[in-house]
C-alpha cells in the first residue's frame, strides 16, 4: 500500500489561501485514484475533491466548487489542494487517501488508505 503524508496546513485568515500537499510513494499517482476528505469537529468526514489516476478525471464537493483545486505532479509524487477563499466553515483536518485503479468519487468507503491529516483552521 502507498504511504501517504500530507502536509500545508495552518491558521488562515477568511478569505484567505492555502496550499495541501499529499505525498506519496513513487509510482503511487500512476496507479492510484487520490481523494482529499475533511472531518470538522463533531462532524462526519467528507469529501472534498478526487483525481484519478494519470489525472484523467477530477471531481469537486459543491460547497468547495470554483475556491479549490486539486492538481497532482507525477515527478514528485505529490497531489495538491489549492484552498482559495476559505471561509471558517472550511475548518477541519483535511486528509489525502489513495485508491487502486478506481473511478474518482467522493465517498469514503472507495479509498483504503489513508494519511494522518493536516489541520487548517479559518478564523479571525
Known amino acids: 500500500q502507498p504511504q501517504l503524508v500530507e502536509s500545508g496546513g495552518g491558521l488562515v485568515l477568511p478569505g484567505g489561501s492555502l496550499t495541501l500537499s499529499c505525498s506519496t510513494s513513487?509510482?503511487?499517482?500512476?496507479?492510484?485514484?487520490i481523494g482529499w476528505f475533511r472531518q470538522a469537529p463533531g462532524k462526519e468526514r467528507e469529501g472534498v475533491s478526487c483525481s484519478s489516476a494519470r489525472g484523467g478525471s477530477t471531481s469537486y464537493a459543491d460547497s468547495v466548487k470554483g475556491r479549490f483545486t486539486i492538481s497532482r505532479d507525477n515527478t514528485k509524487n505529490t497531489v495538491y489542494l489549492q484552498m482559495s477563499n476559505l471561509q471558517p466553515e472550511d475548518t477541519a483536518v483535511y486528509y489525502c487517501?489513495?485508491?487502486?485503479?478506481?473511478?474518482?468519487?467522493?465517498?469514503?468507503?472507495?479509498?483504503?488508505?489513508w494519511g494522518r491529516g493536516t489541520q487548517v483552521t479559518v478564523s479571525s
Open positions: 487517501a489513495a485508491t487502486l485503479f478506481r473511478p474518482c468519487v467522493l465517498s469514503e468507503s472507495t479509498y483504503n488508505t
Open positions: 513513487p509510482s503511487t499517482l500512476d496507479y492510484h485514484t
